[in-house]
């Protein structure tokens, strides 16, 4: 079997719909499971929607749902025709959206349990909808409502799916409609609690989503369909010259996806690693291209890297010892500060005196230096940026960092990591000069590209 998870593009209309009926038709021999997104704009849509009710302005946020409701009705009509029993679902489910977001308004609060069930609504709207456009194309398609299937703790917006159970649930709710020959088709980004509460596992999660399905089925490859033809050198939008990657590695892929590459969310080669899945990063509007396989081994190019990613909205955090030289357990404390307030710490960099290191939510920085007071001061600074080359070739290549810093020469860099594996070189500069930098960069190391390894 294989897994083919189709992004908010891919399903943004009844075209796009049309064009993924098109596509998994295909590959009806090869037994697909399929996992859809919500249609594009849609879960910022239902963010606003829970937002503005919880501000208690409940008319702003149900004429939101409105516009989304005409939206899946339209697309419905476009794809099935007039007042279907698809619509009839679609109504029920934005009853049930504007009850909640009247709940919202009443309670005048909007907790992130809330917000997961609210933006639930994207990916439930959208598999109903894939799955009935299917059907009326001739497919054996049946609805999974995924909140059977993704066991998740309850740490809502960022749940961690609960893989033992949920591969359990895989066998016992996937496995068999596959072997009836019926194609399975569920929403990403969304879960539940052993208790059955809904949860999302991080926004762009459903490509986790898709490699948590295929892991647990042993699928032959996981199929990742967006909008541009597989992993690019760097971030088309910054850079139009971005070439494609053939091929790249696990390892690769997944310091890309952490350090800003969109494309894929970072977690998705977790599961792929794990039972050795390939990973495919596929244009559903250009179907017949080739795109990005992602594999355990990669391939070697004559290029230094692989790609150039960045990640913006960063702050830099500098905690500087209050006794001048480092005690023994100094880095600990800090770690340790960092770790009760769940805040992930990215690049670290340190001296004598001081630790420097950058986190991308300076929510808890508050709480974290009023905790670190007797130890040490804390600094922060916002609206920095990291920028990670990435590429298993850096091993042992030596006058790579002198060609990198020169090529941004009159760019201020405020931090810099090369890591023991060697496979990025990982440094912050403020977010404005990203475009500027990416742009150098790609043009010092890919205006020349291997042909073997990039399009
Ligand atoms: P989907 O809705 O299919 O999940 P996303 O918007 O999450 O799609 O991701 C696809 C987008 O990622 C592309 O349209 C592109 O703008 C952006 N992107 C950022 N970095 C890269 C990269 N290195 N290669 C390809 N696309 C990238
Ligand atoms: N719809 C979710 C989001 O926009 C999940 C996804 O598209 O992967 O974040
Ligand atoms: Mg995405």
Same mark, same amino acid.
């Given at each position: ?13 009844? !075209? ?8 998994? +038709? ?18 910022? +849509? ?35 025709? %007039? ?12 009853? !049930? ?13 909007? #907790? ?7 933006? *639930?609504?994207?990916?439930?709207? *959208? $598999? ?70 809904? #949860? ?24 990742i369909w967006t909008?541009v033809d597989g992993m690019k050198t760097?971030?088309p ?5 971005a070439r494609r990657i053939r091929e790249i ?14 494309v894929l ?15 495919l990063v596929l244009n559903?509007?250009n179907?017949?291209n080739e795109g990005t396989r992602i ?25 500087? *010892? ?10 600990? $404390? ?16 340190? $001296? ?5 290191? #950058? ?66 070189? #990982? ?16 043009? %010092? ?10 399009d």
């Amino acid at each position: 079997m294989i897994v083919m998870k189709f992004g908010g593009t891919s399903v943004e209309s009844a !075209a796009a719909i049309d064009r993924v009926a098109c596509i998994v +038709q295909e590959r009806l021999p090869l037994k697909p499971v399929v996992v859809v997104s919500a249609m594009a704009k849609i879960t910022d +849509q239902l963010l606003a929607m829970g937002r503005t009710a919880g501000r208690g302005d409940l008319q702003a946020a149900l004429d939101l749902s409105r516009a989304a409701r005409e939206r899946h009705f339209a697309t419905a009509t476009e794809l099935l025709g %007039a007042d279907t029993a698809t619509h009839a679902e679609l109504a029920a489910m934005f009853n !049930a959206l504007d009850e909640l977001l009247r709940g919202i308004s009443a309670v005048g609060e909007l #907790t992130p349990r809330t917000t997961d069930n609210v933006c *639930s609504f994207g990916e439930r709207l *959208s $598999s109903v909808l894939v799955t009935a456009a299917f059907g009326a194309r001739g497919m054996p398609a049946v609805l999974v409502d995924a909140r059977n299937v993704i066991v998740t703790d309850a740490a809502y917006t960022k749940a961690v799916p609960q893989m033992g159970e949920t591969n359990d649930r895989l066998q016992a709710h996937v496995r068999p409609l596959l072997e009836r020959g019926l194609v399975p088709v569920m929403g990403g980004f969304m879960g539940a609690t052993r208790q059955g509460v809904t #949860t999302t596992i991080g926004r762009g999660g459903s490509d986790f989503s898709a490699a948590i399905v295929g892991a647990g089925l042993d699928a032959e490859r996981i199929e990742i369909w967006t909008d541009v033809d597989g992993m690019k050198t760097t971030d088309p939008n910054l850079c139009p010259e971005a070439r494609r990657i053939r091929e790249i590695s696990f390892e690769e892929a997944a310091e890309l996806a952490y350090f800003g590459a969109k494309v894929l969310h970072p977690a998705t080669v977790v599961p792929a690693i794990q039972k050795n899945i390939p990973v495919l990063v596929l244009n559903s509007r250009n179907p017949k291209n080739e795109g990005t396989r992602i594999t355990a081994r990669g391939v070697r190019s004559t290029n230094v890297f692989k790609a150039i990613a960045a990640k913006k909205r960063i702050t830099i955090v500098d905690v500087v *010892s209050a006794r001048m030289l480092m005690a023994h357990g100094f880095l600990k $404390s800090i770690f340790e500060v960092f770790d009760k307030y769940r805040c992930p710490v990215d690049v670290v960099s340190t $001296s004598e005196v001081s630790v420097s290191l #950058t986190v991308d939510s300076d929510e808890v920085l508050p709480a974290i230096a009023a905790e670190l007071r007797d130890l040490a001061e804390v600094k922060y600074e916002g609206h920095k940026a990291i920028v990670c080359l990435v590429g298993e070739n850096i091993r042992g290549i030596p006058g790579i960092a002198a060609k990198v810093f020169t090529a941004i020469s009159d760019i201020n860099v405020r931090m810099i990591s090369q890591g023991a594996s060697e496979i990025n070189i #990982t440094f912050v500069i403020e977010e404005d000069a990203v475009p500027e930098a990416v742009r150098r960069l790609h043009a %010092a190391f890919f205006s020349q590209a291997d042909p073997a390894v990039f399009d």
